[in-house]
């Protein structure tokens, strides 16, 4: 059905935004900045949603359905623009039942998150995090025959849960690294991809799990995903084996890693996300075989100016009574 078009859209930003993205933004919407950049609070958000045609979120704003409610009582509010590809901090629904559409931005991090994954592969079971510790504390004794073993990366298994953009991109790295590719997706991949990425493809998670030595989580969190890795699944893996997450916390049971962790369950993990971010479980920090990030898969100059243009694009569209290019489906 055609729109009629909002010629110069209020556009209310929950973040700062890199500079010229957002004095792009300035010039083509009547734009509002949040100035001070903390993460806005329940009660502003609400406010902001009451207010604008536009909402731009991150991560880090909870677009529960009280905001949506107020976005829809302002009677102006009809899309988020989300910064980032994620949209789990939105509550879909609701914001369907509403009609105002979702947006996010897939595509221009895909590459960046891929490194960061592939990073902590090379890190965990190296110890990056532990050697560099040992250097900048000075007590470094110099090279030892015995000293800073890890294990090799060459010839392991690498299993990957969700082989959408980012899981494609970790299994194309992956394979550079000597690694074979397995993965467990809800689609089977078409049979040129699978043979390209050399990956085999395992219906059956569990059985999956029991069988690599690495497990990267590359999928959306969804209701279906949620603590998809827990204490049983934590019992189902290797003892030697390490989990890679750079997709959200809460596909994690995080309590039953530290667990696993703590047991020797599980040998390591490599985490870049938190399950109540940014609070991290205590137990991790004192855990060996953890390398931490704070949330930084898609930390590029490039990519997050990549982001701006695409949150530009879509309210574009949108302003101009189109279907915006990244609307996202429930
Ligand atoms: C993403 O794009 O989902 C990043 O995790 C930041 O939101």
């Given at each position: 059905r055609p729109r009629p078009k909002v010629p110069r859209p209020k556009v209310i930003v929950t973040r700062r935004l890199p500079?010229?993205?957002?004095?792009?933004?300035?010039?083509?919407?009547?734009?509002?900045?949040?100035?001070?950049?903390?993460?806005?609070?329940?009660?502003?958000?609400?406010?902001?949603?009451?207010?604008?045609?536009?909402?731009?979120?991150?991560?880090?704003?909870?677009?529960?359905?009280?905001?949506?409610a107020a976005g829809a009582a302002g009677?102006?509010?009809?899309?988020?623009?989300?910064?980032?590809?994620?949209?789990?901090?939105?509550?879909?629904?609701?914001?369907?039942?509403h009609r105002i559409a979702t947006t996010n931005t897939p595509g221009v991090l895909t590459d960046d998150t891929a490194d960061m994954v592939m990073a902590l592969i090379l890190s965990v079971p190296r110890r990056l995090g532990e050697g560099e510790?040992?250097?900048?504390?000075?007590?470094?004794?110099?090279?030892?025959?015995?000293?800073?073993?890890?294990?090799?990366?060459?010839?392991?298994?690498?299993?990957?849960?969700?082989?959408?953009?980012?899981?494609?991109?970790?299994?194309?790295?992956a394979r550079a690294f000597?690694?074979?590719?397995?993965?467990?997706?809800?689609?089977?991949?078409?049979?040129?991809?699978?043979s390209e990425l050399e990956a085999t493809w395992w219906q059956n998670l569990d059985a999956m799990l029991a069988r690599v030595d690495f497990i990267t989580l590359n999928c959306p969190h969804t209701p279906e995903t949620h603590h998809l890795i827990d204490a049983r699944r934590f019992a189902l893996m290797q003892r030697h084996?390490?989990?890679?997450?750079?997709?959200?916390?809460?596909?994690?049971?995080?309590?039953?890693?530290?667990?696993?962790?703590?047991?020797?369950?599980?040998?390591?993990?490599?985490?870049?996300v938190f399950e109540r971010e940014p609070a991290v479980?205590?137990?991790?920090?004192?855990?060996?075989?953890?390398?931490?990030?704070?949330?930084?898969?898609?930390?590029?100059?490039?990519g997050r100016q990549a982001m701006g243009e695409k949150v530009i694009a879509n309210i574009r569209v949108w302003a101009d009574g189109h279907r915006p290019p990244d609307l996202v489906l429930e």
């Open positions: 500079q010229p993205v957002e004095t792009r933004m300035a010039e083509l919407f009547d734009v509002e900045l949040n100035l001070d950049d903390s993460p806005m609070s329940a009660a502003a958000l609400a406010d902001a949603a009451g207010r604008c045609d536009v909402l731009v979120p991150t991560v880090t704003d909870e677009i529960d359905a009280a905001v949506l009677g102006r509010l009809k899309l988020l623009a989300n910064f980032g590809v994620g949209v789990d901090h939105i509550d879909l629904s609701a914001a369907r039942a510790k040992l250097v900048r504390s000075g007590e470094w004794l110099g090279w030892s025959p015995t000293g800073m073993l890890g294990h090799r990366i060459t010839g392991k298994r690498l299993g990957i849960i969700g082989m959408g953009r980012i899981g494609r991109a970790v299994a194309t790295r000597g690694l074979t590719v397995h993965y467990h997706n809800r689609h089977r991949l078409p049979a040129e991809v699978e084996a390490y989990l890679i997450n750079a997709a959200r916390g809460e596909i994690v049971d995080e309590n039953a890693l530290c667990e696993a962790l703590a047991a020797g369950r599980i040998a390591g993990a490599g985490l870049d479980d205590p137990r991790l920090l004192e855990l060996p075989g953890v390398v931490l990030l704070p949330h930084m898969g898609s930390a590029t100059f490039e």
